[in-house]
Structures are given as structure tokens and as C-alpha cells.
T-cell receptor
Framework: DQQVKQNSPSLSVREGRISILNCDYT??????FLWYKKYPAEGPTFLIS?????DKNEDGRFTVFLNKSAKHLSLHIVPSQPGDSAVYFC????????????FGKGTKLTVNP | KAGVTQTPRYLIKTRGQQVTLSCSPI?????VSWYQQTPGQGLQFLFE???????NKGNFPGRFSGRQFSNSRSEMNVSTLELGDSALYLC???????????????FGPGTRLLVL
């Protein structure tokens, strides 16, 4: 049973526009959420995180929104750049949980010039 | 500061063989976690080692094992390889302090294992 779901395997946007990547989770015990970006032939790179006590966290062009009641989070990239083209993974943690990080299956973002 | 390194980067084995993968964490990091990435299942947590002890474990069979050395380097072993073990194996390191569950993990480039 998948606890973290990224229902869109791929997303394509134009350069300069907003990219919105979505993530849903089922485990209400998750209290910390992260987004990682992965380029081919490289390991995932941490992008941004959010604690369950917040509903928004911003870092430059990247903003993560958390809706606890809907068990949904989203990553907004504004403006999108061609270098943002990568696979984005949503991940979740729970204090005291047995798994270090629970990942979604990823969304491949393509930003076209 | 050097990043997380993994060796080898690529490996081809046949069914029934065993394999050992190595991970060197960022200097000063005491926690090493291992993940398996496959196209169908995404990234799945295998286990975490901290100060030479397994601290967390995911839902993988006993054929998957690991260990950590006093210098925090870690090895992962898979015995009796199956075709389904073909995957990218990623290791990640973090400081591993008291607030470890919210620490950023830094990933290595991975070892791509192909089982024939």
C-alpha cells in the first residue's frame, strides 16, 4: 500500500510559467515532508521541506504548500526554467517511524524553452 | 567538503550470486541510509545505520543486509540475487543527531545493479 502518491508521472510546462507538482499521502502520522530533485545519473538532491505545523514554506523560486486536512502537498516553481527539468520526488517522515523516508514514485518535469 | 561516494557505479551479476555495495558518507556524518530505486516502485527505504548499529529497517527480505564501520562507511550486501533485484541502489548520509528524523539526507550517485 503506497503511503505517498504522486499521481502525475510527468508534467510539461513552458519556460517562465508556473510548475505545480502534487503529492498525496495516506498516513496521518507523517509530520515532516520533503521534496527532492533528481537528474539522470545523479542521486536525489534536497530541495525544500515543510513541517506539519506550517502550511507554507518558501525558498526562492520554490514554495511548498501543505494541506493537512486533505493530506496533500504541492510544490510550486515560479518561474520555471529549463534547468528545472528533472524528476521530483515527494517524501515524508514520521518521528519514531521505522522508515527513514517514504518516497512517492516521482514526477518527471520538463520545462520547454 | 566531498559528497557521498558509492562504489562501484555499475555492476552486472547473475541470479544466485551475491553482491556487496559500498558507501562513504560525507565527513562527519554518522548516519547512512540505503534505498532501492526501481521504475515500478520508486525509491524504497532499505535500512539505516548509525554508529555501527542498524537503527531503522524497511520491508525487505533478509537477503538484504548491511553493516557500518567505525569510520561510518557502510556496505550493503544482497545474497542469492534475483532478477527483481535489478535496481539503482542509493545511499544517503546525514549527521544523525537527536533531531535526526528532520535532518536533510544527502544522496550519493547510486550503484546500478543489473541481475541477469
Amino acid at each position: 500500500d503506497q503511503q505517498v502518491k504522486q499521481n502525475s508521472p510527468s508534467l510539461s510546462v513552458r519556460e517562465g510559467r508556473i510548475s505545480i507538482l502534487n503529492c498525496d499521502y495516506t498516513n496521518s502520522m507523517f509530520d515532516y515532508f520533503l521534496w527532492y530533485k533528481k537528474y539522470p545519473a545523479e542521486g536525489p538532491t534536497f530541495l525544500i521541506s515543510i513541517s506539519s505545523i506550517k502550511d507554507k514554506n518558501e525558498d526562492g523560486r520554490f514554495t511548498v504548500f501543505l494541506n493537512k486536512s486533505a493530506k496533500h502537498l504541492s510544490l510550486h516553481i515560479v518561474p520555471s526554467q529549463p534547468g528545472d527539468s528533472a524528476v521530483y520526488f515527494c517524501a515524508a517522515q514520521t518521528q519514531g517511524g521505522s522508515e527513514k523516508l517514504v518516497f512517492g514514485k516521482g514526477t518527471k518535469l520538463t520545462v520547454n524553452p | 567538503k566531498a559528497g557521498v561516494t558509492q562504489t562501484p557505479r555499475y555492476l552486472i551479476k547473475t541470479r544466485g550470486q551475491q553482491v556487496t555495495l559500498s558507501c562513504s558518507p560525507i565527513s562527519g556524518h554518522r548516519s547512512v541510509s540505503w534505498y532501492q530505486q526501481t521504475p515500478g516502485q520508486g525509491l524504497q527505504f532499505l535500512f539505516e545505520y548509525f554508529s555501527e548499529t542498524q537503527r531503522n529497517k524497511g520491508n525487505f527480505p533478509g537477503r538484504f543486509s548491511g553493516r557500518q564501520f567505525s569510520n561510518s562507511r557502510s556496505e550493503m550486501n544482497v545474497s542469492t540475487l534475483e532478477l527483481g533485484d535489478s535496481a539503482l541502489y542509493l545511499c544517503a548520509s546525514s549527521l544523525g543527531g537527536l533531531a535526526a528524523y528532520q535532518e536533510t539526507q544527502y544522496f550519493g550517485p547510486g550503484t546500478r545493479l543489473l541481475v541477469l
